[in-house]
């Protein structure tokens, strides 16, 4: 049995709480999430802040929105924030 990725639980997370219609491997790790990528909006943001938050135990503040540019930058977040716990 294999572990998914820091990224691909990251993707599944996103797809899951916003119910997108594609899978992870359809998200690329440096594709805007925003726009021209996913075409997600300010409330997918907040949803995604309280999804990403809950699920990898991290407090993502007001300051801290520019990680939703891409699945990398989520990632490094996620990882920054857990060592420091």
């Known amino acids: ?19 997108l219609d594609v899978t992870a491997d359809e998200i690329e790790n440096a594709a805007p999430l ?3 990528g996913l075409g997600l909006d300010s409330i ?10 809950k699920q990898f135990e991290v407090t993502i503040g007001d300051d801290d929105m520019d990680i939703f540019q891409s699945v990398d930058r989520i990632c490094e977040f996620i990882r920054a924030n857990r060592s420091e716990q």
């Open 34 to 36: 925003f726009g021209e």
């Open 1 to 19: 049995m294999t572990t998914a990725t820091l990224e691909t639980q990251v993707k599944e997370c996103i797809i899951a709480r916003l119910d």
């Open 44 to 53: 997918d943001a907040l949803e995604l802040v309280i999804a990403i938050g």
